[in-house]
């Protein structure tokens, strides 16, 4: 659908949802919505971000399909949201990105950088490609080159990212939601956290007409949270190396790799079970247009933590060289394309509850 018909279709909608206001108590989007009596694009962008797809209001609402209304406020949210990642999107000539999105072409990004850093390892360190390296990582691709690679990649994702996030507010900070008040935002930022709206109305998402279940929450948590310990192990990992001179490998029971295969096991139970769980879910609760966007992201994390976990159990094998190519094609092609995909959608969100707290916390109208 072209993006004036995405954004006329969700005015009317949430122009009927206001008349209505039915699903008032499901969640911040209607109580946000009633402090507006028209939708800018901007409008559209923050409510649709602010919905977490919980899918409670298309099976109360008396107007759904097969009412001639034909509201579905879930799916026409998603609509709004794919296209506000677009339009936020820095640099903005990067937008089209979002829509291309396939596993085959996510696959051949991870082949084609995998390659890449073969060519590096033998370019720097072909010498040192022993039949067995001690688990030494640096003996096939030195450390200086591999902070200098991905300290450029990492750099342009975070500055990509921040972007995005900037443009994203301006356009959505209409009406201005006021004074900055800390407490608001600290609220926001534990909802965000923990999930809190993709209760629903209370119990939690629902997966189909009478059927909740508590896995869909489940699984983002795993995949965030094994996101952040990934993180948090690579930190770790980068201060024991600049700040004591601590070289890896490290031990199995050391910081880094108990961080890092608590993360990784989270980002492989996450994404499997994400995947595992739409193909049961109602398909009128999504958009399928952005099946390619979903699928791309949930097989690169899965790549990259698998790729992970197999290089921690056999860095003394062999394998151990093309391994680490892999798993960096991997990690280099999940950094690369952060700012284009799925992974925007927890940002966005995240901002859009921050304008809510203090939308609601200034008793704005
Ligand atoms: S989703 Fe339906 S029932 Fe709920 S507020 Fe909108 S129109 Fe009313
Ligand atoms: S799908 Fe859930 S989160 Fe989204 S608008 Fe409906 S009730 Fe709110």
């Not at 060519?119 to 040192?128: P, V």
């Not at 709206?197 to 189909?208: K, R, S």
């Not at 995949?223 to 990934?230: H, Q, R, S």
């Not at 969100?349 to 916390?361: I, N, P, W, Y």
């Amino acid at each position: 659908m072209p993006a004036s018909d995405v954004m006329r279709h969700g005015e009317q909608v949430l122009t009927v949802c206001n008349a209505c206001r039915y699903c008032e108590q499901y969640c911040p989007v209607f109580p946000a919505m009633e402090r507006r009596l028209v939708f800018s694009p901007g409008d559209l962008a923050y409510l649709a971000n602010l919905c977490h797809n919980c899918g409670e209001c298309l099976y109360a609402c008396q107007y759904a399909p097969p009412h001639p209304f034909g509201i579905n406020v879930p799916r026409t949210l998603a609509e709004i949201r794919a296209q506000s990642y677009e339009d936020a999107c820095w640099p903005p000539s990067a937008g089209a990105m979002f829509r291309r999105h396939t596993v085959p072409a996510t696959l051949a990004l991870v082949l084609g950088l995998t390659v890449v850093m073969l060519a590096i390892a033998w370019w720097f360190g072909a010498g040192a490609w022993p039949s067995t390296s001690g688990g030494d990582f640096y003996a096939v691709l030195p450390h200086h080159v591999l902070v200098t690679v991905f300290g450029v990649v990492s750099a342009l994702a975070a500055m990509a990212l921040a972007g995005g996030a900037v443009r994203f507010w301006r356009r959505i900070d209409r009406p201005r939601a006021g004074v900055w008040r800390w407490p608001a935002v600290m609220r926001a930022l534990k909802d965000a956290l923990t999930l809190r709206h993709l209760h629903g109305g209370g119990i939690d998402c629902v997966t189909a007409e009478e059927t909740r279940s508590p896995w869909r929450r489940r699984w983002h948590h795993c995949t965030a949270y094994g996101f952040l310990l990934c993180f948090a192990s690579t930190t770790v990992a980068a201060i024991y190396h600049l700040g004591f001179g601590w070289r890896a490998p490290y031990a199995y029971t050391s910081l880094p790799v108990v961080l890092g295969t608590v993360g990784g096991i989270g980002l492989i139970v996450g994404p499997v079970g994400l995947f595992a769980f739409r193909r049961t879910r109602d398909k009128a609760l999504g958009d399928p247009a952005q099946q390619g966007l979903d699928t791309s992201f949930i097989a690169l994390l899965f790549l990259t933590s698998v790729t992970g976990l197999l290089l921690l159990v056999l860095r003394d094998r062999a394998a151990m060289g093309v391994l680490l190519a892999v798993h960096l094609g991997s990690v280099a092609a999940l950094f690369l394309t952060i700012p284009y995909g799925k992974f925007v959608h927890g940002i966005y969100r995240t901002v859009a509850l921050v304008k809510d707290a203090l939308e609601a916390s200034a008793g704005h109208r």
